[in-house]
């Protein structure tokens, strides 16, 4: 177990996390962790990144991105129900 002490900087509360502990979790500064509360315990868990649909993209293989002979196909497609336009 590692102890360690709650300091103040300004005005807030802050505990260092030892460099071994971020490397095992893999967080670096400016990392995001979860914080819970559980049988008066302080637990902190890595938080996964929420990722926006241009980040997604961004990474995406670009013939992925092509439109294909099936979806020009579906694009083109009269509404048969009530489906928004």
């Not at 559980?38 to 993209?57: G, R, S, V």
């Not at 439109?67 to 009269?78: R, Y």
């Amino acid at each position: 177990m590692i102890q360690a002490v709650i300091r103040q900087s300004g005005g807030a509360n802050i505990i260092s996390i030892p460099r071994t502990i971020l490397s095992a979790l893999n967080l670096n500064v400016g990392s995001c962790v979860n914080i819970t509360v559980q049988d008066n315990q302080i637990i902190l868990t890595p938080a996964k990144p929420t990722l926006t649909l241009e980040e997604l993209l961004a990474n995406t293989p670009k013939e992925n991105l092509q439109f294909t002979d099936e979806d020009k196909q579906w694009l083109n497609q009269q509404a048969i129900g009530k489906e928004i336009l």
